[in-house]
């Protein structure tokens, strides 16, 4: 390559490496336009380069999966010819430069994901992590993304029902921001983003192509750079949630036409991405127009046209006879929708512009990416993270409350109130439960449930036994809400993987993740990668896997509440899996820093635990549960208080590795002594363990060692409530 | 009964209470596109909460200069029963066809969480069918809810029991704490002259069935169906 050929790939930003792949496959220098597109598509956001061979090792397959990884969502069947569409996806890199916009746009990008699966999206659950509260960015980067989830999630009417907050100075100038979109389609309404058919028109519907978010993929794909926060922004898309609605509506209506034969959002590398795809996936080829696509200004390239990110936009291909009637099934809801090319037999994209060709190669060389096979190597001082730093003696009590007001503990309900979650009528519990339970209103009483979770904590340590910790957790929120997991989906946020430590962490953590799903028998339905997860030349974040989990619920009327119902109520531990201080939260809290290894999650064994409660959960047994995870059984049995205003007495050990240790597992369950005879009938055949801790009374939680009279934990209600009510945003 | 539900093309409540009204109770509904022009064969219209036309002017600003807004004033002047739910409410005051304003929450964040509110006055189809002094449970979810007028309206308003809904606490005491966005004297709902326009700020269709956590809000739905069909076969006149 020339030192020019070289300068003009490198500012396509493809690297040398790539292009000499590209002109392999070509068989000839790609033009400028090729190059940009290529480089779009090849960045890490899209093509999922350094991933792409580890991900195969995720479980995908279970007789309910309708369409599964490939697709712009997983679809899962749930029953009563009903499916869901579930996919959590990253914005991470554009809620960094701009909070609200960033945040707004990925909420708006994967619902759009789910609409394209044919199905009408009713839930959200976001997953955000930031720096300190206390300090002033992350304290605006949270109002930012909050205010914009907010902004975009409210107007368009897709509840945001549940999801996560966690804060760890590794987050302080690269938040992350996980968005899932839950759909709900007929089982036989699946649609496809595969295009067919020579000769049927492919039709640009949505809002109009502007000069925002041009190569926001690439952008994405990179560490960040404060002396560039200013350029930045331009990489970043604007939202618009009214013509967001008006997408959905249209859109669904215009599918119960039957005159759609593929559809496909334009997110990332907006027209260059949904026509390439596409036809890859179809096996055919896609002429594009572009004098034909609708913009918002005069003179912008054919470059900026086919990469431009502007939001809400779709791509579908029609039938010739039903083209008129969805075009103009568009244009009633005020959204553009014009004709601006058509499917070939012949396996190219042909890029036309001003009656020239300005692109024309195969969608394959666009939609595969090269596979990298990074190097990997555990970081050097993985044994010395395993040493349990030394303890300072602390009062369990004091302890306890610290743990309560810590921000990955403490209520979100100062976020989640300023989300609506009830549009839709379908939310059944909203925010601030361990799952959120949706209805079905389609089809009564079938219902969802679906959990978010992620743990930095554990996967930094840890990252393949914090990942399996991660779903494991997930699951145990859907058991209390009686529900069967039916569906994964992750988001997983790296650093950069071309160090070799950080794709080794990525690596175990996908083989965590395989281990944890394989023992819950779930298959992972869809998901994204965001690595470059890194600022002005640090570390980069913590391993952070963040999983969603939906599950089928069979009767929504029947789940139970976190807190304890009634004074007399028998507490009962559920499951004996391993736990213990490494990689705690207590450790955290109380020596000031974390440490140490998280106890060996032993996937079949929690998996047990969990479908014990969630069969005594449908079956009436149980007034209440709740999973214990950050700060172990304590903070478990306080929250248990607190959500149902009563106190208890427990008697049981009070050393800090039995209170405050974590594993997995392990619920804190109470019901009637009638209830609680037919749970240990069912506890006994399935061989899980139950430890009887106490009872629900009074206004305190009393927690008494055994053959001892003074408690070594004896706290108000009031008091652990108001630390756990104590986060302000 | 025939209910109307307009369909302004942001709004995001309109399947909800269509829902509502056909599914929980057995009504007919027809959904009024914003862009029509006749409201035809209909007994009583319910203005859905969203964000009708996006709403990046002031809430409702766009929706009250919509085609279907003549019909809607005839519909409203010949006495039929309309009910204008949070950005339903914003409409029918930017409309003028309900006095005073909606402003930003005092808080400047949008808030989703239930409120109690205290039925004040039953002179109108929607709390006909209910008790004065009466507690209802349903939830909010808005942005811009802080109702404002000026000192003489809201006098007036008092004084010709056109004040429907005042938020309050869960014994029905109307106390600061429970006001959830600092709307003047705790007005969560209000009437025109003639009783027949009525707007709140709560979502009574999220709160029409116990599994939701409430079904106290169907009880506005219910009472304007015994109003209209207690009107038959008259033709629909004065609301009072």
């Known amino acids: ?90 914005h991470n890199h554009p809620s960094a ?34 720096g300190p509260l206390d300090e002033p960015r992350p304290r605006r980067l949270a109002a930012g993304v909050i205010a914009g989830i907010a902004g975009y999630g409210n107007a368009i009417g897709v509840p945001t029902v549940g999801g996560e907050l966690r804060t760890a100075p590794c987050y302080r100038d690269t938040p992350l921001v996980n968005v899932a979109c839950l759909g709900l389609l007929r089982a036989d309404r699946v649609a496809t983003a595969a295009a067919a058919g020579p000769g049927n028109p492919v039709l640009y519907v949505g809002a109009r192509t502007g000069r925002d978010g041009i190569g926001g993929a690439a952008f994405a794909s ?25 997408l959905i509506e249209a859109t669904l209506q215009a599918l119960e036409t039957g005159g759609v034969v593929a559809i496909q959002d334009m997110g990332a590398a907006g027209l260059t991405c949904a026509a390439s795809e596409m036809a890859a996936r179809g096996g055919v080829g896609v002429t594009l127009d572009l004098d034909r696509v609708p913009l918002r200004e005069a003179g912008m390239r054919p470059e900026e046209i086919l990469l431009s990110e502007s939001q809400e936009r779709m791509l579908l291909v029609v039938t010739p006879a039903a083209v008129d009637a969805i075009a103009g099934i568009f244009r009633r809801w005020g959204l553009a929708a014009e004709v601006v090319g058509e499917v070939t037999a012949e396996r190219r ?121 991660v779903v494991l957790e997930a699951a145990a929120n859907l058991a209390c809400a009686g529900a069967e ?14 160090r070799a430590a950080g794709y080794w962490a990525f690596v175990e953590t996908i083989e965590g993740i395989a281990e944890a799903c394989r023992a819950l028998d779930v298959p992972v339905v869809g998901g994204n990668v965001s690595f470059y997860n890194e600022a002005d030349g640090g570390a980069g974040i913590a391993p952070t896997p963040v999983v969603g989990l939906a599950g089928a619920v069979p009767d929504v009327a029947r789940t139970v509440p976190v807190g304890f119902q009634r004074d007399g109520d028998v507490i009962v531990l559920v499951g004996d899996g391993e736990t213990g201080l490494g990689a705690s939260l207590y450790v955290q809290v109380v020596a000031g820093q974390a440490g140490g290894r998280p106890a060996d999650p032993a996937p079949p064994r929690a998996a047990a635990a969990i479908a014990c409660v969630r069969d005594a959960v449908r079956g009436g047994l149980l007034a209440s549960a709740h999973d214990c995870a950050d700060g172990g059984l304590a903070v478990a049995l306080a929250e ?64 008494t060692p055994p053959g001892t009279r003074a408690p070594a934990v004896d706290l108000s209600v009031e008091a652990m409530r108001a630390a756990w009510t104590s986060l302000e945003v | 009964m025939t209910w109307g539900v307009v369909v302004f093309p942001g709004a995001n409540c309109d399947r909800d209470c269509a829902h509502v009204l056909r599914a929980v109770l057995g009504a007919d509904v027809v959904e009024v596109w914003h862009a029509d022009r006749a409201l035809d064969g209909i007994d009583a219209l319910v203005l859905p909460g969203g964000f009708s036309y996006g709403d990046y002017l002031r809430s409702g600003a766009v929706a009250a200069t919509a085609a279907i807004m003549p019909a ?55 709390t006909a069918g209910l008790r004065a002094g009466e507690v209802l449970q349903m939830p909010i979810a808005h942005g811009e809810g802080a109702y404002l007028a000026p000192p003489e309206t809201l006098d007036a308003l008092a004084a010709a029991g056109r004040i429907v809904f005042r938020y309050c606490d869960a014994r029905g005491r109307v106390v600061p704490a429970a006001n959830p966005n600092g709307s003047a004297a705790a007005i969560a709902g209000v009437a025109n002259a003639a009783g027949n326009v009525v707007g709140l700020m709560p979502h009574p269709e999220r709160a029409s069935e116990a599994l939701l956590g409430s079904s106290d809000g169907r009880r506005l739905f219910e009472s304007a169906a015994a109003w209209v069909a207690s009107r038959r076969p008259a033709a629909s006149g004065a609301a009072r």
């Not at chain 1, 699966?117 to 659950?125: C, E, H, N, Q």
């Not at chain 1, 607190?642 to 800090?656: C, D, H, I, K, Y």
């Not at chain 1, 019901?671 to 609680?676: E, F, L, M, R």
């Open chain 1, 97 to 130: 430069v701009d909070p609200y916009n960033g945040a707004a746009t990925g909420v708006g990008g994967i619902i759009r994901d789910i609409l394209a699966m044919g199905a009408r999206p009713v839930a959200l659950l976001d997953s955000l992590r930031f």
């Open chain 2, 72 to 126: 809607l004033r005839a519909f409203a002047a010949a006495g039929g029963p309309v009910l204008g739910i949070c950005n339903g409410f914003q409409i029918l005051t930017e409309a003028r066809l309900l006095p005073g304003v909606l402003m930003r929450n005092r808080s400047l964040r949008f808030r989703c969480h239930p409120v109690w509110v205290r039925v004040e006055s039953v002179a109108t189809p929607f």
């Open chain 1, 640 to 703: 248990a208080c607190v959500a149902g205003a009563r106190g208890a007495s427990v008697t049981w050990l009070a050393q800090p590795d039995v209170l405050f240790g974590e594993g997995t597992g392990r619920f804190v369950v109470s019901g009637s002594p009638s209830q609680y005879r037919a749970l240990e009938a069912m506890a006994r055949e399935r061989r899980v363990a139950l430890r009887v801790l106490g009872r629900v009374e009074g206004d305190r939680l009393r927690i």
């Open chain 1, 485 to 498: 997991p039916v569906a994964v989906t992750d988001c997983l946020n790296f650093g950069s993987p071309e």
């Open chain 1, 222 to 246: 990179t560490e960040l750079d404060g002396a560039r926060e200013a350029t930045d922004r331009a990489s970043v898309q604007m939202g618009d949630p009214f013509t967001g609605k008006l």
């Open chain 1, 1 to 90: 390559m020339s030192a020019l050929e070289a300068a003009a790939a490198s500012r396509a930003g493809l690297s040398a490496r790539d292009h000499r792949e590209v002109c392999a496959r070509l068989g000839r220098e790609p033009n400028p336009v090729e190059a940009r597109m290529v480089a779009v598509m090849w960045s890490e956001h899209c093509g999922y380069k350094h991933s792409k061979t580890a991900l195969r090792r995720l479980p995908g397959r279970s007789p309910r999966v309708l369409s599964g990884p490939g697709e712009n969502a997983g679809v899962v069947a749930l029953g009563g010819g009903w499916a869901l569409a579930f996919k959590m996806e990253s």
């Open chain 1, 349 to 469: 994209l042909r890029v036309l512009a001003a009656g020239r060709v300005v692109a024309d190669l195969p969608p394959d060389v666009l939609a595969e990416a090269p596979a990298y096979d990074p190097a990997s190597e555990p970081p050097a001082d993985l044994r010395e993270r395993w040493r349990l730093p030394q303890l300072p003696k602390t009062d369990p009590a004091d302890a306890l409350l610290r743990l309560l007001a810590h921000p990955d503990v403490a209520s979100k309900r100062a976020v989640y109130e300023q989300y609506d979650h009830a549009v839709g009528i379908r939310t059944v519990v909203g925010p601030g439960a361990d799952a959120a339970v949706l209805r079905v209103l389609e089809a009564p009483p079938l219902g969802v449930a679906l959990a978010a979770d992620g743990n930095a904590r554990w996967c930094a340590a840890d990252p393949r036994r914090g990942a399996a910790f």
